[in-house]
């Protein structure tokens, strides 16, 4: 049961059609938001939205395509913004024609600077709100292939803490959630869930590199942006959390 009321509250929650942000989408819809869930893909899109007709609606948006990402969250006015969209392929860090390079950074940062800027304009004249960036562990520990996707998400997790400074004055609260393996559609990206590798059982559970020994549900991962996104969060800003089983603790 959701212990956190949001009704009538505006969310709008980018990367919401599968993993993470689905689950955010449907959390928030039962805590009373009225959501709009943003992605590229328009079948995953409605099925999250058909859950709760009412209370989530879903607009098709690349958060690359900046001029539009700011129309879609002009339109709805946000109370709450997550910044939850993301891709990580694998890149090669000496090939300088890698065209993933530009897609993890786009994607990853510049779209949730993107985000941030436009919910903040609508925050300020408002009085206040709460934005929420989805970052990752790969902020500050290092796997070979995923270079790009550590910068970027290493990059938001400073514009957050450094956002947090900035908006402070106008009663807007910003902070992070840096999971870490999550059984979610993107731990199958390259056709193989990795969380069911030896490779992954070995080296992080039977290791107890995780200490938990076992891989995050999104849910777990909900709900540390739910609280932050609250209005019983009034004294933190700044934060980036990590949900992660303890496993950085193990490094």
Known sequence: ?????????????????????????????????????????????????GRYPQQIEYVCCDVRDGPRWKEVIAGHDPDVLINNAAVCPLT???????????????INFEG?????REAATKMRARGGGRIVNITSVHGHICERGH?????AKSAVDQLTRCLAVELAPYGILVNAVAPGFVETPMSRAS?????????????????????LRRPA???????AVLFFASKENT?????????????????
């Open 1 to 49: 049961m959701n212990v956190f009321c949001f009704k009538d509250q505006r969310v709008i929650i980018s990367g919401g059609g599968t993993g993470i942000g689905r689950s955010l989408a449907i959390a928030f819809a039962e805590a009373g938001a009225r959501v709009r869930i943003i992605g590229r893909t328009k079948t995953t899109l409605a099925e999250v939205a």
């Open 92 to 106: 090669d860090v000496l090939d300088d024609n890698d065209p993933s390079w530009k897609s993890v950074l786009s």
């Open 112 to 116: 949730t600077l993107t985000g941030c």
């Open 147 to 151: 270079t790009a996707y550590g910068v």
């Open 191 to 211: 056709g193989v869930n990795e969380l069911k590798t030896d490779w992954f059982q070995s080296q992080f559970i039977d290791s107890g590199r995780i200490p």
């Open 217 to 223: 549900q999104p849910a777990e991962i909900t709900a």
């Open 235 to 251: 004294y933190i800003t700044g934060q980036v959390l990590a949900v992660d089983g303890g496993m950085t603790l193990t490094l």
